[in-house]
């Protein structure tokens, strides 16, 4: 039960995060400007290209995970257009989370800084200082956020797969350990008692052959055919401890 809900959550954890950023990013970004423009901080939306980017900017997070980059276009053009930052916060989070990210991405977080920085100073009319806080919070912030969460995941990975490693190798020494330790009961089997076994039946012929009592004879042979037996069935053990699992011998069987 506990396995089974800790599967689906991994399952549909993300699908479910994906779903509730992709809504939030669609309300912000439908909503940005609607305020008084003496409050507005990031610009005012223009009616005609509002929805639009804020539809697509909503599709594009769902698909972030296999390609962060249409979204992180998408969302600098939400920014130069009407000032809505939120697609492109989710776009520099998503990029620096991956494993594997491009060569130039800090020339591209740089590159969006300045845009950032550029736009809050000419467009809105604020200081410097402001525009480097809002630049700060845009792209800053997100990328940080994202390099910190892609290390942890990647360490985590890491973890686990020592951890499964690990687990293999315990098996193969358990298992080879098990192979030895047959092996050495089925070679003792064989060079001790088998030996010891053939040598009674050896003697027990002889002594059948040499005896001239009928009944003493007759016991004798009784001794021979039970031991003859006895190392039949101890061949047979010596053969199953010798084979392994997949029926493969671990050495030639005894004659």
Same mark, same amino acid.
């Given at each position: 039960m506990g396995r089974s809900l800790v599967r689906g959550a991994r399952r549909w954890g993300p699908v479910a995060v994906d779903l509730g950023l992709a809504l939030l990013v669609l309300v912000l970004t439908a909503d940005q400007g609607s305020g008084t423009q003496d409050l507005e901080v990031f610009g005012e939306a223009p009616p005609a290209v509002q929805l639009p980017l804020a539809v697509g900017s909503a599709a594009l997070v769902l698909v972030r995970r296999a390609n962060p980059y249409p979204l992180l276009v998408i969302g600098v053009g939400a920014w130069a257009l009407m000032g809505a930052p939120w697609a492109l916060m989710v776009a520099g989070y998503t990029l620096s989370t991956r494993a594997r990210r491009p060569r130039w991405h800090g020339v591209l977080v740089g590159g969006l800084a300045l845009a950032v920085f550029a736009r809050t100073l000419v467009v809105a009319e604020t200081s410097a200082q402001l525009a480097a806080m809002v630049a700060v919070l845009v792209v800053a912030v997100p990328v940080l956020l994202g390099l910190?969460?892609?290390?942890r995941r990647a360490l985590v990975r890491q973890l686990r797969h020592e951890a499964e490693r690990l687990q293999r190798e315990q098996a193969l020494r358990a298992e080879q350990a098990t192979a030895l330790e047959r092996a050495r009961i089925a070679r003792e089997l064989h060079d001790v008692v088998a030996h010891r076994v053939? @040598?009674?039946?050896l003697h027990a012929g002889a002594l059948e052959v040499s005896l001239t009592d009928p009944r003493a004879a007759e016991q004798a042979a @009784?001794?021979?055919q039970t031991g003859r037996e006895a190392l039949d069935e101890?061949?047979?053990v010596v053969g199953v401890l010798r084979d392994r699992d997949d029926?493969?011998?671990?050495?030639p069987q005894p004659t």
């Open positions: 910190w969460i892609g290390s053939g @040598l009674m039946v @009784l001794v021979r101890l061949r047979q029926g493969v011998p671990l050495d």
